[in-house]
């Protein structure tokens, strides 16, 4: 049986049971006695004792992706931030050295870049798609790499299984935020991962209702660790939160089949349209890691395109302007297409050379393919792009 569509267990025979989780919002949960109590606060007994710890509809759903992950006792966390805030400082500590990929999300690597500072722990940016890039960045008191398969918004592969063998052979924590490639295409853990992790906020809940994270470990003890900090720093999801994501976790793996078929479409039209400088698909055989693609996504392309047009911020404009029904917004894993425009969004702290050493340039657009039937969304991204070239 498919793990996300696993439906309740009757609590018991002769008794009829909801078909559909119940949402649990209580705050707190009553038990018999203090014996029973110290059990459950030290992990021997099961149940509940107060949300900020641990809630029913958070296990149910960790239970969920855990069975898509190949993990155990994953954690769900009220973002995806708190996901990445709880495996580097519940797991890293003043004096460790972390290394990270140089295209990670923008906000993780901010916290690697500015507030890990503050706490005395020490971090390098490499390009991850090099294996011996990782190698050489590596001190003594390396304690972690984080990466993410594909990155953000160039979509380049990182080496994972290069990345993986070096962290196991120097005895580093391997960190995976596996959000843009999901379990559907790669699963961390049988690649070596110690750590892997999600914005849930995106493909895994899927209509941009909700913000989420989800983080699991290898071990029992990287576990607590992860675990104690988030619940000591209150990095709680709400239940409410957790039954939608549980909902939209239904249709993960039909959603994302669609909006990969519909992605490759997508390049594959932009690729070939006058005023598009490239179009960017990790399966297509123009894409700088495509033979990657094969040996660590199995072939598979993902939702997310990119592309660049001729005539910088002003066609970006009307670009946008014209593809009318794409929502130009931030985000991705949306059952809608969105559109966005990295050096007006994620990416406008870097200077323009930073951004230019990056490939992303005024006319760059990184797109989160939805469910739109691909004639529709053609349609829509030939009135862009002719409006762009129009000017
Ligand atoms: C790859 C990746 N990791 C983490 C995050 C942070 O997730 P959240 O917005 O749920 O905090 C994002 C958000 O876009 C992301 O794209």
Known sequence: MKPTLMRPNPVGPGVSSPVVTPIQQSVVYASDAPDTLDAQYAGEAAGFTYAREGHPNADTLAARIDALEGAEAGLITGSGMAAVTAALMGVCGAGDHIIGGDQLYGRSLRLMTQDLLRFGL???LVDTTDAAAVAAAVRPNTRMVL?????????RIA???GIAQLCKDRGILLVVDNTFTTPRSVKPFD????IVLHSVTKLLAGHADVTLGYVAARTPELRKAIYDFAVTT?????PFECWLAERG????DLRFDKAQATARILGDHLAAQPGVLRAIYPSRSDHPDHLRNQSVLGGQG??????????????????SRAAQGVAFAPTLGDVGTTLSHPASSSH???????RAALGISEGFFRVSVGLEEPADLIATFDAGLSAARDL
Not at 147 to 155: A, D, G, M, Q, Y
Not at 348 to 354: C, E
Request: charged share 15%; aromatic share 6%.
């Open 122 to 124: 020490d971090c390098s």
């Open 234 to 238: 209150g990095l709680t999801p709400s």
């Open 348 to 354: 406008r702290a870097l200077s323009a050379g930073d």
């Open 147 to 155: 990466i993410e398969v594909v990155s953000n918004p160039t979509l």
């Open 159 to 161: 080496d994972l299984h």
């Open 302 to 319: 993902g939702n997310m395109v990119s592309f660049e047009i001729q005539g910088g911020r002003d066609a970006a404009n009307a670009f």
């Open 249 to 252: 976790l239904m249709t993960f």
């Open 191 to 194: 690649a070596g991962a110690d």
